[in-house]
């Protein structure tokens, strides 16, 4: 059965005691990107060092849905249902058209490339947030080695003039994001003490209009980093971390933890009540049913 940790009590009522944590697949080299499609009824996820996207499929399993991928990273839907995927290989974010066409929605800013986008999220009035670190470029274990020409940011991209703006510029190594259910505030982890001492938590900004606030610390994650989160219908926030999935409320507290086997690099809500959590961690795929449903458009 599953390993819990209950910090909370609340954290207990979110989970269920009979429903398994369940290896969906393994024997690949480091996924993550999870992307729930219900209307096709599978789940996309990248297998970033083996340059592919694959599909999961209850019943059938994994099949590749795209290889190569061009080393994608994260992956969301927009407010149309299509595919939008941060790119490595090419530094960019595309869409996937519904003909299955492909259309470039960033992949440079004030003259220079990108670094390598890494997470991204659509919010409600179809503007395309994403970070873009470094990471994809560090090695080719992930993309290619190559020359940093911007910061790493978080940029938007107005959904119709597709003028796009910096909005994040105060981490080290901007990676997992996501809005709060009302979208007053944007939650944006950083992860630079992947590479060094520097700082790991996740920073929480006011949304101000089409701006940011000022952002302030939220929660501090260990072990390990909050590379990718998402949010539930109650608020709180499902985090990535070294030793499973944490669940922090509103107010910053670790309620508990959903220990996972293998490092835990970002998750997804699906299944038809999107009371299902996706995990991708290290070389495999999990699954666990809570008894919380995930916010998440479409
Ligand atoms: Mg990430």
Request: charged letters at 20%; glycine letters at 12%; aromatic letters at 10%.
């Given at each position: 059965?599953?390993?819990?940790?209950?910090?909370?009590?609340?954290?207990?009522?979110?989970?269920?005691?009979?429903?398994?944590?369940?290896?969906?697949?393994?024997?690949?080299?480091?996924?993550?990107?999870?992307?729930?499609?219900?209307?096709?009824?599978?789940?996309?996820?990248?297998?970033i060092p083996?340059n592919?996207?694959?599909?999961?499929?209850?019943?059938?399993?994994?099949?590749?849905?795209?290889?190569?991928?061009n080393y994608s990273n994260?992956?969301?839907?927009?407010?149309?249902?299509?595919?939008?995927?941060?790119e490595h290989g090419t530094r960019?974010?595309?869409?996937?058209?519904?003909?299955?066409?492909?259309?470039?929605?960033?992949?440079?800013?004030?003259?220079?490339?990108?670094n390598s986008p890494?997470?991204?999220?659509?919010?409600?009035?179809?503007?395309?947030?994403?970070?873009?670190?470094h990471y994809g470029i560090k090695t080719d274990y992930e993309g290619y080695k190559s020359?940093?020409?911007?910061?790493?940011?978080?940029?938007?991209?107005?959904?119709?003039?597709?003028?796009?703006?910096?909005?994040?510029?105060?981490?080290?190594?901007?990676?997992?994001?996501?809005?709060?259910?009302?979208?007053?505030?944007?939650?944006?982890?950083?992860?630079?003490?992947?590479?060094?001492?520097?700082?790991?938590?996740?920073?929480?900004?006011?949304?101000?209009?089409?701006?940011?606030?000022?952002?302030?610390?939220?929660?501090?994650?260990?072990?390990?980093?909050?590379?990718?989160?998402?949010?539930?219908?109650?608020?709180?926030?499902?985090?990535?971390?070294?030793?499973?999935?944490?669940?922090?409320?509103?107010?910053?507290?670790?309620?508990?933890?959903?220990?996972?086997?293998?490092?835990?690099?970002?998750?997804?809500?699906?299944?038809?009540?999107?009371?299902?959590?996706?995990?991708?961690?290290?070389?495999?795929?999990?699954?666990?049913?809570?008894?919380?449903?995930?916010?998440?458009?479409?």
């Open positions: 059965m599953s390993d819990f940790e209950i910090v909370d009590p609340a954290f207990g009522t979110y989970v269920l005691g009979n429903a398994p944590l369940k290896q969906l697949a393994t024997g690949f080299d480091w996924v993550e990107g999870p992307v729930w499609f219900g209307d096709a009824d599978c789940l996309l996820f990248s297998d083996n592919r996207i694959l599909r999961w499929t209850e019943g059938t399993g994994i099949s590749t849905y795209r290889a190569p991928s994260g992956h969301t839907r927009d407010l149309q249902g299509r595919l939008v995927s941060c960019r974010v595309t869409r996937t058209e519904h003909d299955g066409s492909i259309t470039v929605i960033a992949d440079g800013f004030d003259g220079k490339r990108l890494n997470d991204v999220i659509v919010k409600s009035d179809g503007s395309i947030w994403f970070s873009d670190p020359e940093q020409e911007l910061p790493c940011v978080v940029y938007r991209v107005d959904a119709e003039t597709g003028e796009m703006r910096v909005m994040v510029s105060d981490m080290n190594c901007p990676n997992g994001l996501a809005f709060s259910p009302d979208e007053s505030r944007l939650y944006v982890a950083d992860t630079g003490r992947m590479f060094s001492d520097d700082p790991q938590h996740i920073r929480v900004y006011p949304v101000e209009g089409e701006g940011l606030g000022a952002g302030t610390l939220f929660h501090t994650v260990a072990p390990g980093c909050a590379d990718g989160f998402r949010f539930d219908e109650l608020g709180n926030l499902w985090t990535s971390a070294g030793d499973g999935v944490h669940c922090i409320a509103p107010d910053g507290r670790l309620l508990g933890k959903i220990r996972v086997p293998e490092v835990v690099s970002n998750i997804c809500f699906g299944g038809r009540a999107k009371h299902q959590l996706y995990i991708t961690a290290s070389t495999s795929l999990y699954r666990i049913t809570l008894t919380v449903s995930g916010v998440q458009r479409p």
